[in-house]
């Protein structure tokens, strides 16, 4: 089945810097990765996704990039604010079902 | 977007009894949906895959009969854990897929489990 990992595990930036978080996956047949957002004790919010067809999509100061070939995407947030603090988890579709990355907990310091 | 409810929220119950967590989409029909356990600090982990109408399809490693799962409409999933234990106090969220392609997955609000 489908594995992904996602690095790095946490993840501290200034107010008004980038993050990135990176992914990879091993299943070729994945077609579809979400971003998910948690706050604590909170369900996972959806905040962008790529499909196999797309090499990068943007929406706002959220980037997501695909590399097909290589088989790893990105989320890029630009200009981070202290509300952008949380988990991050990559997904990959494969075989019908999601498959979560490990998550990387963000935290934005002002 | 879509909506997906999960009840109860929280629950704490004795070891041996037995708890069942409703997940319902509230504004579309769901044949398929979801159900993952999260421990503190980790991933979500996909238990199994409930199918309206016929059985659900389980991972590896996950007891079936522990775990029981009916899908008996197009809105309503369930999950009832059986016989719980204090290892079984964890987060447990549903999720049910829509958009294109029925790739996109909202979740339920999720369900705090504590066996005491």
């Known amino acids: 089945g489908e594995n992904v990992e996602q690095h790095p595990s946490t993840l501290s930036v200034q107010e008004g810097d980038s993050a990135v978080i990176k992914c990879t996956y091993s299943?070729?047949?994945?077609?579809?990765f979400p971003w998910y957002k948690q706050e604590l004790g909170k369900r996972p919010q959806l905040i962008i996704d790529?499909?196999?067809?797309?090499g990068e999509k943007k929406d706002q100061r959220i980037a997501v990039t695909l590399n097909k070939t290589a088989k790893h995407f990105s989320l890029h947030i630009t200009e981070t604010q202290p509300e952008d603090s949380a988990v991050y988890f990559c997904a990959a579709r494969g075989w019908g079902k999601l498959q979560f990355g490990a998550g990387t907990q963000v935290v934005v310091t002002p | 977007g879509a909506v997906v409810s999960q009840h109860p929220s929280r629950v704490i119950c004795k070891s041996g009894t037995s708890v069942k967590i409703e997940c319902r989409s509230l504004?579309?029909?769901?044949?398929?949906m979801f159900w993952y356990r999260q421990f503190p600090k980790q991933s979500l982990m996909l238990m199994a895959t409930?199918?309206?109408?016929?059985?659900?399809?389980?991972e590896q490693g996950v007891e079936k009969d522990k775990f029981l799962i009916n899908h008996a409409s197009l809105t309503l999933s369930t999950l009832t854990v059986t016989s719980a234990h204090p290892e079984d106090s964890s987060f447990y969220i549903c999720s049910a897929p829509r958009g294109q392609l029925n790739t996109e997955a909202f979740f339920g609000q999720g369900t705090r489990l504590t066996v005491v």
């Open positions: 299943d070729s047949a994945s077609n579809y």
């Open positions: 790529i499909r196999s067809n797309v």
């Open positions: 409930s199918n309206e109408g016929s059985k659900a399809t389980y």
């Open positions: 504004d579309f029909q769901a044949t398929t």
